[in-house]
DNA sequence: TCAAAAGTGTTTCCCTTACACCCATGA
DNA sequence: TCATGGGTGTAAGGGAAACACTTTTGA
C-alpha cells in the first residue's frame, strides 16, 4: 500500500477510489541466482511493505494492478496474474497504518478511509530484473529489490503473501511456461535452468531439462554467447510467441 | 447475491456488513451424469443468479462464503475454494438490481449501497448432491439445481463466472483429488469415473481410469453393491482420509 | 594439452495407452 | 447360457532419469 499517503493526500476522504479494497504486488525477479521481491520501506518508521494501491472508482482491478506493478518498476507489458484475495478479520491492524501516517506528517483521525478494514488482492508479477527501474511512490519511501530468503519483517500478513505467490509461482512455472518472464530477452539455457532450480528450490539435470524445454518448441536458438570462460560458449535462446 | 434484500432490509444503509465487496458462490452438484450448478431465481423479475451474499464487518470472507454455501445447501462441512475475484468496471450495471429490488417491494433511492459498483469474489464449491437440499433466502425466490449445459442466461457477469468455476475445476480435479466432494460417500468406480468424464468432458479408458485411481492409495474397498443389473456386481468404494 | 562447461547419445525404467480376456450377475 | 458391465493381465509406446560421451573454449 505504498500510495496510501499518496491517496491519502490527494483526497483525505478517500473520493475517487474504493474503499475497502486495496492491491498488493508480488513482483518478482531474477539476478544473480537468486529470486527478488521488490519491497518498500516507509522511512521513519522501518516498516517494510509489499507495493500496493487502490482502485479507481472507474478501474478495472486487473488495470489497477497494472498500473501499480508499472509505477513501480516503469516497466509495462508486464506478466501479471491475481492468485488469492486476503481478506481475514484480523488483517485488519489500525495501529500499524496510524504508525506509517503519522510519520508521513498526517494525523489521522479515527474514522479515516485508511483505517478502515481492508480486504487486500494479491497479485504477482514476473519482471525483467535487467530492465526494471524500482521507483518509490513519494520521495520519503524506499522501493528497492530484497533476496526472497533475506527479506526483513513485513507489515500486516505481507509476509505470508508473498509466501501464496511463490507457492503459485511454483505451481505455474511448468505449467504456463511463465519463467521467461524473469529473464532479459535474450538467455542461455544455463540462465534457464538456474531460475527453475531457484524457484523450485531443487536441482535439475541438465541434460533432461536441455531437452525439455527445447521439444516444447518454444525457443528460438540464436548465435553463441562468448563470455571469457575457459569452456564451450553456450547458445543463445529466445522465447517465441 | 441472494442475500440482497435481506440485507437491504436489516439495514438499509448497509450496516454491518462491507460494502463494495461481495461474494457469488458457484455450487457444483453431480447427479444423472450431468454436472449441476445451483443458482437462485429473483421471482417476479425472471432473473436467475448465482447465490452470494455479503462479508460481516467482524467476518473472514472465506467464512462468509462458507456461510452462504451453507445456507443455500444445508450442508457442513463442505469443499470450498476462492477462485478469482471479478472487478471489471464494466459491472457495475445498476439498473439490474434496481428491477430486483423494486419486484421485491423496495423502492431504492439512487445513491443506495446495494446500488454502488461491487467487486465480486468469486467461490465454487463442490457438496454432494443426495444431500443438499436447496434453500432460498427469502420466501418469493427460489433455489434450485440446473444442468450446466442447459443454464438460463444469469444477470451481470455470472455466467462467465460459472464458466471460470468450471475451467478451475477441471484444472484442479486431478492434482488435487477433489472430485471425491461431488460423490456419496460410498460410490463404485463407474460413478466416479462418469463423474471425471462429464467435468472433464471426454471419455476415459475403464482399465487405466481403475488402475490410476486405486495407485493414489486412497479408496478403501468396501463391500459390492447389488443393483440388480444383469452384470458383476461393482466394488462401493470410500475415500479415505 | 588441460580443465571447465555446453551439448548430444544411449540405455533403462516407469507410467500410460490400448486391447484382450476372465468374472459375476440376473434374466 | 447369454448379454451386460466389472475387473485384471499384458504387451506396446513415450517420456523422464541417469549416465557416458563428445565438443568447444581460453588459459
Chains 1, 2 share one sequence.
Not at 518508521?45 to 489497477?64: H, K, M, Q, V, Y
Not at 485508511?114 to 527501474?133: E, H, I, M, N, P
Not at 511463490?166 to 542461455?188: Q, S
Request: glycine content about 8%; proline content about 5%.
Amino acid at each position: 500500500m505504498s500510495e496510501q499517503r499518496e491517496a491519502g493526500e490527494i483526497n483525505p476522504g478517500g473520493l475517487g477510489y474504493l474503499k475497502g479494497i486495496a492491491i498488493d504486488a508480488v513482483i518478482f525477479g531474477f539476478h544473480d541466482s537468486q529470486l527478488k521481491v521488490l519491497l518498500i520501506e516507509y522511512k521513519r518508521t522501518g516498516l517494510f511493505a509489499l507495493p500496493g494501491g487502490f482502485i479507481r472508482e472507474l478501474e478495472n482491478i486487473n488495470d489497477a494492478a497494472l498500473r501499480v506493478v508499472s509505477e513501480r518498476t516503469g516497466l509495462d507489458n508486464i506478466f501479471l496474474d491475481q492468485f488469492y484475495i486476503f481478506g481475514d478479520y484480523s488483517r485488519y491492524q489500525p495501529d500499524e497504518f496510524k504508525k506509517i501516517m503519522s510519520a508521513g506528517g498526517m494525523a489521522p483521525p479515527d474514522g479515516h478511509w485508511l483505517l478502515q478494514r481492508f480486504v487486500s488482492v494479491g497479485y504477482y508479477a514476473l519482471v525483467d530484473f535487467t530492465r526494471a527501474k524500482p521507483t518509490p511512490a513519494i520521495i520519503f519511501d524506499s522501493c528497492e529489490w530484497y533476496d526472497l530468503t533475506n527479506m526483513p519483517p513485513l507489515i500486516q500478513d505481507h509476509t505470508q503473501i508473498v509466501r501464496k505467490a511463490l507457492d503459485t509461482l511454483r505451481a505455474h512455472l511448468d505449467d504456463k511456461l511463465i519463467g521467461f518472464n524473469l529473464l532479459p530477452e535474450e538467455f542461455t539455457m544455463g540462465d534457464l535452468q538456474q531460475l527453475y532450480e531457484t524457484v523450485l528450490d531443487k536441482k535439475l539435470l541438465r541434460p533432461a531439462f536441455q531437452r525439455k524445454m527445447l521439444s516444447l518448441g518454444i525457443l528460438e536458438r540464436l548465435s553463441k554467447k562468448f563470455s571469457g570462460g575457459a569452456h564451450k560458449a553456450p547458445y543463445l535462446y529466445r522465447f517465441i510467441k
